[in-house]
Nanobody, 123 residues
């Protein structure tokens, strides 16, 4: 059974930075693509960023391009999301997912989710 544990969320002022971490354990899914999704209050869950197992392929939602960076350390089974220049509209619960599946220009979430970590950006 794959388990994903996120950490690193918190409260930050607009323009600030946070780094989220997602540690995976159990199952071969730890070696698959991994992604970050987020859900703001009253909205559906949306794609944020994804990274292939090798780390050579990364992709981002248009709303975070140039501000967020996804990376991974396979020795630690950990994926990171560095978030810079945070804005109030980035406020959401951020979820780690695997195996995140690429479908053309889009990414579809796989079966495994973490518990989520809250990111709140104040004005």
């Amino acid at each position: 059974q794959v388990q994903l544990v996120e950490s690193g969320g918190g409260l930050v002022q607009a323009g600030g930075s946070l780094r989220l971490s997602c540690v995976a354990s159990g199952g071969r899914e730890t070696t698959y693509n991994r992604g970050w999704f987020r859900q703001a209050p009253g909205k559906g869950r949306e794609f944020v960023a994804a990274i292939s197992f090798s780390g050579k392929v990364t992709d981002y939602a248009d709303s975070v391009k140039g501000r967020f960076t996804i990376s991974r350390d396979n020795n630690q089974n950990t994926v990171y999301l560095q978030m810079n220049m945070l804005q109030p509209e980035d406020t959401a619960v951020y979820y780690c997912n695997t195996p995140t599946i690429r479908q053309g220009s889009n990414w579809r979430p796989g079966d495994y989710w973490g518990q989520g970590t809250q990111v709140t950006v104040s004005r």
